[in-house]
């Protein structure tokens, strides 16, 4: 029996949140309604509860945020229930669902769908400007979530959204076996972008960043190189013949970073991007198009969860290794503290919202 009300993270306001009482939602016809074990916190998290997207996310006030999270199904809407989903399967959830009509939706490209922002017209992006899963309970729509293994844990299983998005970036580079990558940035897209690479037989494997998350790089097995201490550029080049990297997985996020990934990469080369800088950066076009190089946008990850959670399961990538802390829901304001100042080396901070 599911309660009729369950405790939340509300964002009421820009930089303005409270762990407080709300309505349980009701799952709609294509939707389940999970009991969230856990939930991450997200990078974008924090841009999101700064208001640093008005208008947009969210559309509006207030928001229950969220969007990494894991769970049981404990009730099925009618269409659902038809598509075979059932109470008690274990799941793992990812923040778009597309309209699945436009025409990006019917090229899977739902990520991009044309009918974004409009929950009238079939959209939904949770934890964004849709409800998600800063609470006990979720209902999402069964075309955002994948059952997982027995043997996956929760906390792990929240960590397949950003698994499949490091995922996503890394087949978009077009990146071969034994192809040279610099993974620019070295926190948890980068961490797992090396990871991926790595499963994927890249050859070498760069990593730029400073402090801990280098020194976990270096143990991911990338050879590292510190931004504060080194030149970016001329390492990658030393360290590739003077060739430069074959590919370039972008994950600093920061203009530097975007124009290090321009001049570090090799003729013929590709720049993947799942960074999202704060404002425009200015990048040497001319270079990008005399050296014939692609550069390419990536936005979440579309159709690449499952494929993560099988690669995860299939190749013991050890995912549960950058999960560094964990706290009831009750403690979120310190969670987030935590993971926003980098506090004690966190790098994946979860939230046990029925803990």
């Known amino acids: 029996m599911v309660e009729k009300t369950m405790k939340a993270i509300r964002l009421n306001a820009p930089n303005d949140f409270e762990y407080c009482d709300i309505p ?66 274990r799941v793992c959830g990812i923040s778009h669902v597309g309209c699945g ?41 069964v075309k955002s979530i994948a059952r997982i293994p027995d043997t996956m844990g929760f906390d792990v299983a ?48 760069l990593t730029s960043g400073s402090g801990f998350r280098l020194q976990v790089a270096e143990r991911l097995g990338a050879i590292t190189i510190d931004y504060r201490k080194e030149n970016v550029v001329a390492r990658t080049r030393e360290l590739t013949g003077g060739l430069g990297a074959k590919r370039v997985i972008e994950c600093s996020g920061t203009p530097e970073g975007v124009r290090q990934a321009c001049e570090a990469v090799a003729k013929g080369g590709t720049i993947s991007m799942v ?21 390419r946008g990536n936005r979440a990850n579309p159709n690449t969860l499952e494929p993560a959670i099988a690669m995860v399961q299939e190749n013991n990538i050890d995912l549960s290794s950058l999960i560094t802390h964990a706290f009831p829901l009750s403690k979120f304001a310190e969670a987030f503290d935590i993971f926003v100042h980098r506090k004690d080396n966190s790098l994946k901070v979860v939230v046990k919202p029925n803990d």
């Open 275 to 295: 960074s999202l800088p704060s404002k425009d950066v200015e990048i040497p076009i001319r270079r990008l198009v005399l050296d014939e190089i692609d550069l």
């Open 101 to 141: 009509y436009c025409s990006m939706c019917m090229q899977g490209r739902y990520t991009l769908c044309l009918n974004y922002g409009h929950e009238e017209k079939g959209h939904r992006q949770y934890g964004h400007y849709s409800q998600g899963a800063y609470a006990q309970y979720i209902a999402a729509s």
């Open 158 to 205: 929240a960590c397949m959204d950003p698994f499949s998005i490091a995922l996503h970036a890394v087949m978009r580079s077009g990146m071969e076996p034994g192809d040279s990558v610099l993974v620019n940035g070295s926190g948890a897209q980068g961490l797992m972008s090396i990871m991926i690479v790595r499963a994927m037989g890249a050859g070498a494997i």
């Open 24 to 89: 349980v939602p009701e799952p709609g016809s294509h939707d389940i309604l999970a009991r969230v074990e856990t939930v991450a916190i997200c990078g974008t998290d924090p841009h999101i509860f700064a208001g640093e997207f008005p208008g947009f996310w969210p559309k509006s006030f207030p928001l229950i945020p969220g969007h990494e999270w894991a769970g049981t199904i404990v009730q099925v809407g009618e269409v659902a229930k038809n598509l075979g989903w059932k109470e008690g399967e």
